[in-house]
């Protein structure tokens, strides 16, 4: 016990974390682990994307869990409770491209775990693949990120040739790390792989014919997703998620809307900001100006998933509803 209240110390020092009240004694009895698995991979991602790809490969050979839900990313602060589930774990999948920052090292340490990987699925896609970002969006840990450059847009779990990429990663480490089951994960990862090219497939084809293929997206994060499905993102509502664009940005975005030659229609808000009425707005003022039936349309980042709802078929529920959607407001 003495060693899990060490851990839980040192994740207070290095990550700003509160301690809550411990259990007895036995601190293996609720950190998050079955104890009739005991030679299971025991594996941890940091949010609801990649938990869906590695509990399709890991099937019943591996035991998944997932660190964030209602709480994206981009706002990762970790507990004691994420520290003591990591004490036991053998493997810790990140998206990594700057999108956790170092919480994942700083919650290794402070885990007591020196013996987790820590795997940056990022690392799996080629740096000129890439496209450019900026980090827009404040990481939990008390300093102003607002539009500093990330140098790489993060965002790549919304393109499903880069999810392959990222099952791919999963796969080959799940059989350096349980080799008797290495068939297993090969057959579990191109069954996935398969439904993800499907996925892209169906998207395209629901698309194709569609003429407007300007967006206005809500905020930086749809990139990989655009290209994916080959459209054009000209703006974005809020530079910095959480604060309403100023007259000078919205007068901004109007302006791009408004060219004569290929009028933008189609603006995006996201769940997560339901309570932001700049896209509304927006609209209002497009309709105003005289471009022809601009609308709403609600695109999720999949940065954030309430628990009862994460299964291994989230990631492509949640694309293909992304698809529908547009394809539903599109001309």
């Not at 004569?260 to 603006?267: A, G, N, S």
Request: hydrophobic share 35%.
């Amino acid at each position: 016990m003495s060693r899990l209240r060490t851990s839980l110390a040192v994740l207070l020092a290095v990550c700003g974390v509160g301690l809550v009240s411990l259990p007895g004694c036995n601190s293996n009895t609720d950190d998050g682990w079955p104890a009739d698995r005991p030679t299971a991979p025991k594996v941890v991602v940091s949010f609801a994307p990649i938990y869906c790809f590695a509990a399709n490969v890991a099937g019943d050979d591996a035991i998944v869990r997932n660190l964030l839900t209602t709480s994206g990313p981009h706002h990762f602060n970790p507990t004691d409770k994420d520290a003591k589930l990591l004490s036991r774990a053998d493997i810790f999948f990140v998206n990594g491209i700057g999108l956790e920052g170092d919480k994942p090292t700083k919650i290794k340490k402070g885990s007591g775990n020196k013996n987790l990987k820590i795997i940056e699925l990022g690392a799996r896609i080629p740096q000129d693949k890439l496209c450019e970002g900026s980090c827009t969006h404040d990481h939990g840990d008390g300093d102003d990120h607002s539009g500093h450059d990330h140098g790489k847009d993060p965002h790549i779990w919304l393109s499903p040739d880069y999810a392959i990429m990222m099952v791919e990663g999963i796969r080959d480490e799940l059989k350096l790390a349980d080799a008797p089951h290495a068939a297993d994960y090969d057959r579990r990862a191109t069954e996935y792989i398969a439904k993800l090219k499907k996925l892209k497939e169906d998207g395209l084809a629901l698309l194709k014919d569609k003429k407007d293929r300007k967006l206005v997206t809500f905020h930086d994060s749809m990139t990989y997703f655009a290209k994916s499905f080959d459209l054009d993102i000209v703006g974005v509502v809020q530079k910095n998620p959480g604060s309403e664009p100023s007259e000078p940005q919205l007068k901004k975005l109007v302006n791009l809307c408004k060219n004569p030659e290929h009028p933008v229609r189609v603006i995006c808000a996201e769940p997560q900001y339901s309570n932001s009425n700049a896209g509304t707005q927006l609209v209002k003022i497009l309709k105003q100006e005289g471009v022809p039936d601009p609308v709403l349309v609600e695109l999720d980042p999949l940065e954030t998933v309430s628990q009862d709802e994460l299964n291994a078929g989230w990631y492509e529920a949640k694309m293909r509803a992304n698809l529908a959607a547009l394809a539903e407001k599109m001309k």
